[in-house]
């Protein structure tokens, strides 16, 4: 039966892609052994981990309302939008579960904006790791974590290669990247971020025109662009088995969209990886994988304290 590690890579709601691949992967009998998640691929990564198969997944999906994901809770940090809607939808779902608790290993990515450095996160409450690893900067806010401020992961690692390699060594590590080829960047949809505000449309036009929002959307712009760029630096310095990259490149990270079209892209792109996923499992290929010495791809940290953790959720 062949068996894989699994990297999820980040992009926002184009995150849903990843729910197609999980099906293919389920219904070709091919075993995900561990996950690693950064960002988007963080949140259908520990779900899928947690137990719950590619079809459950879905069936949230479908359900959540997608206008409430970014809503302002009260005390949250500096940040254009907010997470309390996405933070009641995975409480719902994962409920106070740790990561220890998971059917399959799994650890998603984030970084540490004092040291300047990637962080690995392995343990405590599957939420937090979460809305540690989606804090995009600026956008989202930061996380903290026993006295450290976590942003994306996405910053530094946008697809966790190599933290899917630390997780399982003898396997075969699948990589799922939301970005087209650089070639194809020029078809990308632009960067608009929601206002969950009820403000008149001329009012919210007039907003955009405004000199402040105009230098947010280049920023927005050029962040994207650098982490596009750093994704491609990150696959081909750490070098997936298997790289799938469902056709996306027409959503932004924050749009409204249709799920079944993202999940569909996904299921079309993990299909034709099939052959290759198969060939990289067979007995030739996994000799080399037995003489790898691999270390963690970053600084390991511990989870919460206890009373920090109360704080964080009463806020």
Known sequence: MPEISLALGGGGIKGIAHIGVLNVLERTGIKVRAVAGTSAGGIIGAAFSSGLGSDRIKEIILKMDQKSLFQRGKNEGPAILGLAGLTNLLTEVLGDRLISDLQIPFACTAVDLDAGQEIILTQGRVVDAILATVAVP????????????????????????????????????????????????????????????????????RISRLRISQAIRIFGESYDIST?????LRVQMDHPDV????????FGIVDQVNPETLIQRGISAAERAVPDIMKSCSWKNRIPRYFLQVSPPGKILEPHDEDETKQDQAS
């Open 243 to 250: 790289l799938i990259r469902p056709d996306v490149k027409e």
């Open 228 to 232: 596009r760029m750093l994704g491609e």
């Open 138 to 205: 600026g956008v989202f806010p930061p996380k903290l974590w026993n006295g450290h401020t976590l942003v994306d992961g996405g910053v530094l690692d946008p697809v966790p290669i190599a933290l899917a390699r630390w997780l399982a060594p003898k396997l075969p590590v699948v990589a799922v990247f939301l970005s087209p080829p650089p070639e194809n960047w020029r078809e990308l949809a632009p960067i608009e971020l929601p206002i969950n505000a009820p403000i008149p449309q001329p009012i919210l036009e």
